[in-house]
């Protein structure tokens, strides 16, 4: 379902031109779960961004579904985001002073496709695969706990039926028990539903909860093999 | 996005944030509401005065003296000087122009007068006819007016104003069959005029009317007349009556050279339009002067709206990943000040109307508004917020989502 070709990501700072990325290339399937681990500086984030049609590269080639993203004009990228993929992000990013089921309907607003009536029941739905209790979806965002609010960004990110989810740190803001239940629920729709997950962070037994882990280490591929799930048991 | 979405995401924004909104709001509404009212001033000025220029007689010509040529020089009088307009050339007219309804020539003087009280004034005396008073629409408060009789038996009676009235004999007292003195001549009071409004010189509520042959005789003491007006029968027919009154004077005073005349003639639609220029650039000043707070108004919308922006970067970089387009963000924004300007303008126009309204029950002062005025108004309002929003909505839209889903 992803393809990428020699990616590569240059920033220019005055003179000086520094490479993000350099010359990455990999494959991901349709219902994956993989993990791009690295540490801060890496260029993860930078791929996630390119992945997530947010960003394009300097050089190289994209495919999402067999189209090239950097042939693509602005609003068409805002298409694709809208249409194939899920955002869940390190700080949720929910509107505070929105309820639980406005925040999960927010993309559909920007979705042509879904007509009106329809958007109360598919958050429903959302909410009801990420497992938020029926008596909180009329709370207001910032009355949630963080556990709480990530897994309403996650029904947010899901609620459009994307292709692809994309996590980047999803658990960097929560403690480790409440960073369980939302590493759990990923797992939980990538085996029951079949959604194509990818997951961005720092550490080890974040990542470990993947199928597959890439290691990205100063704009490279280093490693990309299945993960033996080792942190899990350690714990 | 649908147009509804449009509406439901401006009303939680604007919603969001109250105080600020309506600080806002505010200066839009001080803005059209002084629009409003000021207008409405400039207007009720006009109307006022266009309905006392109406109220002198409608359909009037006034021939008045222009500047009198000395024989064999070049040298020109003043305006008016001219004493050559007499009750021949009004009889001419009355007798050979065919549109002139009624023809009614004035001479006026300023004289003391005195009671037999010991009360005196100051006022002009007017000397008139009888088809004055039906040119001129002049109703009666008490007694008559002067008739075409006392004008032939050369009578010493008098029909005072109002205000003359209450300055000579006391507040509403009735005053006919008193006697008053003009230059140690005893004039007795047959009337007194109904009043007609307006106040200050040249008030038609401040002046004695006596026969026209009674001034002439009696106090100028020659045949000339200050003016003559005429009454013509149809609006149309105006145009056609001045030039013929215009070619029998001329003929009548030997004169070939139209330029070379020594009267004028003056149309009561020259003198309604020289008044409403007036009163309009009277409506446009005031108008100006609001437009002002109009603008300051609108440099607050742009000045919240920025800061909207920059608040809600990270929102807006949260939209774009979600699917919203460039001109989904850039429509949000750009309908949040719409709606601020469009609350202002609804808010100010009835304010204004209100301030309107209390300008004309405290003051006196005439004011009228207009639906000009209040479409306007809407315009204005609304332009302001395309206008003053389109910065900072393009602003938004432009944001680069990674940048501002970073930005803290």
């Given amino acids: 379902m992803i393809k990428c070709e020699n990616i590569t990501k240059a920033y220019k700072t005055g003179e000086a031109e520094f490479e993000v990325l350099k010359q990455v290339s990999f494959e991901i399937k349709k219902g994956e779960f993989v993990a791009i681990i690295g540490p801060s500086g890496s260029g993860k984030s930078t791929l996630m961004h390119i992945l997530g049609a947010l960003d394009s590269p300097s050089s190289g080639k994209y495919f999402l579904d067999n189209q090239n993203i950097l042939e693509l004009s602005e609003n068409q990228l805002a298409e694709v985001r809208s249409q194939k993929i899920g955002f869940v992000f390190q700080s949720f990013n929910l509107l505070s002073r929105a309820t639980v089921l406005r925040n999960v309907q927010m993309p559909l607003i920007y979705d042509s496709k879904t007509p009106k009536d329809q958007r109360q029941q598919k958050a429903e739905q959302a909410l009801n695969a990420v497992g938020l209790e029926k008596e909180r979806w009329h709370h207001l965002s910032n009355q949630l706990s963080g556990g709480q609010m990530q897994r309403v960004a996650i029904a947010r990110a899901l609620v459009n039926e994307p292709d692809l989810i994309l996590a980047d740190e999803p658990t960097g803001n929560l403690d480790s028990k409440t960073g369980d239940i939302v590493l759990e629920t990923f797992k939980e729709l990538n085996k029951k539903k079949g959604h194509t997950i990818i997951l961005i962070t720092h550490e080890r037994y974040v990542a470990d909860h993947a199928d597959r882990i890439i290691e990205i280490r100063d704009g490279r591929i280093i490693s990309d093999k299945a993960s033996n799930h080792d942190g899990l048991k350690i714990k | ?408």
């Avoid at chain 2, 409003?36 to 002198?56: H, V």
């Avoid at chain 2, 004493?83 to 122009?97: E, G, N």
């Avoid at chain 2, 045949?223 to 009548?252: F, G, K, P, Y």
């Fill in chain 2, 1 to 408: 996005m649908l147009f509804s979405d449009l509406l439901q995401e401006t009303y939680f924004a604007l919603s969001a944030n109250k105080s600020r909104s309506v600080l806002t709001i505010l200066g839009i509404v001080i803005g059209i509401g002084s629009v409003i009212t000021m207008i409405s001033i400039g207007q009720g000025a006009a109307k006022n005065i266009e309905s006392n220029i109406e109220s002198l007689g409608s359909n009037l010509l006034v021939v008045m003296p222009g500047s009198q040529r000395g024989i064999g020089t070049a040298v020109r009088g003043g305006m008016g000087s001219a004493t050559t307009l007499t009750l021949a050339d009004a009889q001419a007219i009355d007798d050979q122009v065919e549109y002139a309804e009624e023809v009614a020539p004035t001479t006026s003087s300023r004289k003391q007068v005195k009671t037999t009280q010991g009360t005196n004034t100051n006022t002009s005396i007017y000397g008139v006819d009888e088809s004055y008073g039906r040119v001129k629409n002049i109703t009666m408060e008490q007694g008559n007016f002067i008739n075409n009789i006392q004008v032939r038996k050369v009578t010493k009676v008098a029909v005072v104003g109002p205000t003359t009235r209450d300055d000579l004999f006391g507040e509403g007292s009735n005053p006919i069959g008193q006697k008053i003195r003009i230059e140690n001549l005893e004039f007795t009071i047959v009337g007194v005029t109904a009043s007609k409004g307006g106040t200050g010189f040249g008030s038609s509520d401040d002046l004695i009317y006596i026969p026209i042959s009674t001034i002439q005789r009696y106090l100028t003491g020659n045949d000339s007349v200050n003016n003559i007006n005429i009454q013509v029968s149809e609006a149309d027919l105006m145009t056609l009556a001045q030039d013929q009154i215009t070619s029998l004077l001329l003929t009548r005073h030997k004169i070939a050279d139209s330029l070379q005349a020594d009267f004028n003639i003056m149309n009561q639609a020259d003198i309604l339009s020289t008044a409403t220029s007036v009163t309009d650039t009277l409506t446009l000043l005031l108008g100006a002067i609001a437009g002002i707070s109009l603008l300051v108004g609108g440099i607050g919308i742009m000045n919240m709206m920025l800061t909207t922006v920059t608040e809600r970067t990270r929102e807006i970089g949260l939209r774009k990943a979600l699917g919203a387009k460039n001109n989904n963000i850039s429509r949000q924004f750009l309908m949040e000040s719409v709606a601020l300007t469009f609350i202002g303008g609804v808010i100010g126009i009835i304010i204004g109307w209100l301030a309107a309204y209390a300008v004309t029950k405290f003051s006196g002062t005439t004011t009228s508004v207009t639906t000009f005025s209040i479409l306007l108004a809407f315009g204005v309002s609304a332009a302001i917020g395309t206008i003053f929003g389109y910065y900072p909505a393009r602003r938004a839209a432009k944001l680069n989502p990674i940048d501002a889903l970073r930005y803290e």
